[in-house]
């Protein structure tokens, strides 16, 4: 039973590219959060999605940042002309359901650089 | 309130010494409290769990404790091993689903 997959797992982009991140939840698994890491600090929540619904965006940046899970294949986190300040670690995390206890699973994350 | 920028704060213990790594959380609707273990280049990694109608839960080596007054939640690890060299985080969940609010981090260092 495979993990969280997330790719790529490092993506270097210039300034003004786009950035786009997958994550395949587990088998199953219907419910996927994306959040972002600063070096150094706590994981921070950007969105919670289910298939084909974005439920909670209250932590997205409102300009460049976009994020769906459709049917058929894996959640996308799609940011559109990077700057530096996006360089982090994205992880996604997914769960069988939304009701405790919590069933995360975590993937090992996209490192995205931008230069 | 939230570290930007600073470095995490690191315990450093001797191996088969017992770890105790705590974390206030912020928010008194909580009801809901996780240990999670970073390790370099991975994502977080479920430790233990525990519900804000209980102040002490144990699993394997953990034990978790929670002070509802004082906003304090604990991560007690038995027989500190290299392994368990990492970052740990504490994330709390208030609200209806599985959004969760993480903690800075504790670096934790084990000395062989």
């Known amino acids: 039973n495979a993990g969280v997959m997330q790719n790529p797992r490092h993506l270097v982009r210039r300034r003004g590219q786009e950035a786009r991140l997958r994550c395949s939840p587990m088998?199953?698994?219907?419910?996927v959060y994306w959040y972002r890491q600063l070096p150094e600090e706590g994981l921070k929540f950007m969105v919670y999605?289910?298939?084909?619904?974005?439920?909670?965006e209250s932590g997205m940046p409102k300009e460049r940042f976009s994020a769906e899970f459709p049917k058929e294949g894996p959640s996308i986190l799609r940011i559109q002309q990077v700057v530096r300040g996006d360089s982090a670690a994205y992880f996604c995390?997914?769960?069988?359901?939304?009701?405790?206890?919590?069933?995360?699973?975590f993937g090992s994350g996209t490192r995205l650089t931008v230069v | 309130g939230e570290s930007v920028g600073l470095h995490l704060p690191t315990l450093s213990v001797q191996e088969g010494d017992n770890s105790i790594i705590n974390c206030a959380y912020s928010?008194?609707?909580?009801?809901?409290f996780i240990w999670y273990k970073q390790e370099s280049g991975k994502g977080p990694q479920f430790i233990i769990d525990?519900?804000?109608?209980?102040d002490k839960r144990q699993g394997q080596r953990v034990t978790v404790l929670l002070n509802k007054t004082v906003k304090h939640l604990s991560l007690q690890i038995a027989a500190t091993q290299p392994g368990d060299s990492a970052v740990y985080f504490c994330?709390?969940?208030?609200?209806?689903?599985?959004?969760?609010?993480f903690g800075t981090g504790t670096k934790l260092q084990v000395i062989p």
């Open positions: 995390a997914s769960s069988p359901s939304d009701q405790l206890p919590i069933g995360y699973t």
């Open positions: 088998k199953g698994h219907s419910h």
């Open positions: 999605l289910q298939k084909e619904n974005i439920i909670d």
């Open positions: 928010n008194s609707a909580s009801d809901y």
């Open positions: 525990i519900r804000s109608n209980m």
């Open positions: 994330a709390e969940k208030a609200g209806g689903y599985q959004k969760v609010t």
